[in-house]
């Protein structure tokens, strides 16, 4: 199973073309090819883990199709630590 989703996902190059130019071909060394049906199942288990960390410093994430959002709201007295919350969280989530 590992070796499908290796040979799945590696080898993938991409060119943008645009405006009559068209760019060098450079290998896509992340991501899943877009609008593949394995594409969201595999977005869904690589951050499944997510919504937990940002919640730990009470934040909400918020996921759509191939992307994710870190939110957080506080009362006016709070919002001096805001910032050093999303800043842990997203310290938390490259960890």
Known sequence: MLAWFSYYL???KQ???C???TSAIMDVICGVPQGSVLGP????IY???LAPIVADRGLT???YAHDSQ???????????SLPTDISQAVA???S
């Not at 199942?41 to 869904?44: A, E, P, Q, T, V």
């Open 19 to 21: 405006g009559g130019k």
């Open 41 to 44: 199942i595999l977005f869904i």
């Open 92 to 94: 938390n989530v490259s």
């Open 61 to 63: 994430l918020h996921q």
């Open 70 to 80: 870190i939110y957080g709201s506080c009362l006016p007295a709070a919002i001096c």
């Open 15 to 17: 060119q943008v073309h």
């Open 47 to 49: 951050t499944a883990d």
């Open 10 to 12: 590696a080898g993938r």
